[in-house]
Structures are given as C-alpha cells and as structure tokens.
C-alpha cells in the first residue's frame, strides 16, 4: 500500500485549477497559430488574432482566459495499491475550492431549480477507474456552460451504424452553429451505456489535438468526422471558413446488442485542461 | 468591413447606420445581465415597479464575470451564449433596450423585435474574456448582488470591439451552415 497525503493532492490540485484557465495548453495555441496563417475568410483570422493575444494576456495578468472557469471536471486514474488518509473526494473538492478562489475563477455552481450559486464552485465532478498499481494520475477540465449545452446523448438503432453517427455528428455541429464558441473540438462516445457513452467523450477530450489514435481504424474515423463538420463552413465564432472544429475525438465502448449509444461532447476553442500524477 | 465608434445611450439614428458586419468600438455605459438578472427583471416588470436602470437607449452586455482580482475594476469578461434570453428580449426591446450583445444565434421573434423596435444585435468574441476586459475601465454592482456573477454590473466601457451580427433591417452576419442535403 502506498500513502498518498492528502495535503499534497490539495495542493496540486488547487495550483492546476489555477494554472489551466490562464495558460492555454501548447497544442491548441498551434491550433491556432496554424488558423491565423491558414483561415479562408479575413474574420476567421482576426478571431484567431484576438485568440492568440487573448492567451498572451492572461498569461501575462493571470485573468482567467474565459470568465467562464466552467464546472471542474476530475478525471481519476487510482492505483488500487494508493491510500489516501482523509479521503481523495475529500483532498480533490478542496484543492479545487481553494484554486477557484485563489485564483479568482468564476464560480459557476447553481442548484437545478432555485438557480442559487453554492458560492464556491462545489461539487467538483469526478470520475474514478481504478487502474493496477500505485500510482495517481488526476486530471482536470474546466468545462464552460456554453459548449456544454450544445452537447447531446443519443441511442442509434444499431441498423444505424456508422453512417447513422456521422448524420448525427455533422447535424449536432449545424444546429450549434456559432453558439458553442467554435472551432471546437468534439469528444465522442460510441458504444456503452446510456451514461457511459458522455463519460468516455469527455474524457476524450484529455487527448492533445494532434495525437492520432492508435486504431487506424478509429483514427481514420476520427479524421473523417472532421473533414465533415469542416465543410459545414461555420468557422471561428460562427463568422465562416474552414475552421469549424480543431479535432474530433473518438472512445468506443462495448455496448448492449439491442444499442448504439452515441454521445457527442462538445468542447470550445477554450479547451482547459492539465494533469497531476503522484 | 466599415467602423463606427458610438457612444451610449444609443439612438434610433445609431441603429439606422448600422448593417450585419460592421465593426462597431462602444464607448460609454453598458448593462451586464444574464439567466438569473432578466428572470429578475421580468418579475420587476410584472410588478409594475421600477427597473434598475433606464431601458431607453440601453445595451445591455449578456455577460457573467469572474472575480476581479485587486487593482482591476473586473476580471475576464466575454461574452455568454445569448439564445438564453430569447425569451426576455422582445419585452425589454418595446420598452426602448436598443442592443444587445452577446454571442451566438437569436430567435425569429427576437429579430422582429430588433426589426419592430429598431434595435441591433452585437456579437463579442467568445473565449476572450480577459482580452475583452480591457476595454472594461469600471464596473459597479447595482442589483440582485446576491446572484454573484449574475449581478446587474453598470459597466463603462472604451472602444469595446463588437460586430453587428442582427442589424434592424433583417441582415444577419452568421454563416449558414452548408447541409448536402
């Protein structure tokens, strides 16, 4: 059994809330340096203009890159050999309560119905797989209301197939339009269960935009996808062009003979995420 | 792309200049609300009682800030997704409210209200927030502090960066998306 202090998950945490909404991760800002250069329309560059100076200037004063700091999202690998005395819940909800704080992040927390703020971003929403081992891998993501509601889960016919998910795909990105702050980056779920499906999304949202999956099948998939909503035209902020969508990435999952779940996570061009390991 | 620098509180001649596409640098007073302040606002109006500011010649900036830091007025301020108060705006538009700013698509009936009441629609890069916050030089809490970031802010504003997205004469700048289909 290896001891993990609770203090020290705290403190990191809290330091990757605050350190992943100023400072843009490295493969999106070539994401958009790569934009700025090669966008068709004169408003789609001046979106990745202001995108690049924005990234500068809160790395420089330390507001935060969105005023959207988003729900704080966990996504926990926990060797079945860590103990963490006091409790991990415990040790990740309080990191990330003082980072939200310290940093000055939006706290953006309401109850469902009576829409009041709980006032300091809780609860933290983490996802734990136990993985073999010792060690702790946490990683988090600030995952903004905007691109969130601009998401959706659906259960395909499994007659439906491949094509059935690409109509779905390429559907969600239209009727979004301009209001998910595109270029976005698209996390999707195929297969599982009805809740499993936008958990694997998600965390496909971890992956640098540039990997390539290790499944050529899946990775053509994946490349396909984007080739698709990118003839959309939509561009960056909805102003037209060919920068619709950064990356598309896929998770599959068994799933039910009866199903073909299919859940599409849409994430904006803001895409803040870091990780810890122990 | 034609650019006009306009001062608030905007006029019906101010919204007659303006097309779907042009720059426009807004200087002056703007109004922050977003969900929870217009909910608020409506309940005001149902009341017959006073609302916190005066609509007539009015923008108002769907925007929640985060905290600001010392030694600034605000911290990151972009704009938020504005298809959320579709069904407040045509109620604040007859009552004088002359834009709106934001980001994303509006409702039919919200672009006839522009049409109706002569009022436009401006877009703010999304994502952008702490960019945007410099053009931010105050900003002041002056109703329902209790909604935190969704606090009414009086903001005073100096050649904040917007595109007309709706103008009053039925343009729209939004790409279509391009179905096959």
Redesign the interface.
Known sequence: MREIKAADITAAVAQMCMSANTKLPADVRRKFEEGYKNETTEAGREIFRQLLENADLSADTKLPLCQDCGLAIFYVELGEDVFVPGGLNKAITEGMVAGYKDGFLRKSSCDPLSRKNTGDNTPAIIHIDFVPGDRLKISYMAKGGGSENMSRVTMLSPSQGWEGIKKFVVSRVAEAGPNPCPPTILGIGIGGTFEQAPKIAKKALLRKLDDVHPDPKVAAMEAELLTAVNKLGIGPMGLGGSYTCLAVKIALAPCHIASLPLAVNVQCHSARHEEVEF | MPTYTLNTPLTDADIDSLRAGDVVLLNGIIYSGR??AH?KLMELLDAGKPLPFDLKGASIYY???????PG?PI????P??S?RMDAYAPRLHALGLKATIG???RSDEVKAAMREHKAVYF?A???????L??CITASKVIAFDE????AIREMTVKDFPL?VINDAVGGE???K???DD
Do not use: C, H, N, Q
């Open positions: 969900d929870a909910k925007v929640g800030p985060s905290p600001a830091p600034r911290g990151s301020a972009g938020t997704t298809y980001k994303g698509k877009g890069t999304g994502g952008a927030g702490a960019l916050s410099k909604l935190g970031p969704e595109l700048l939004y790409a998306p391009k179905l």
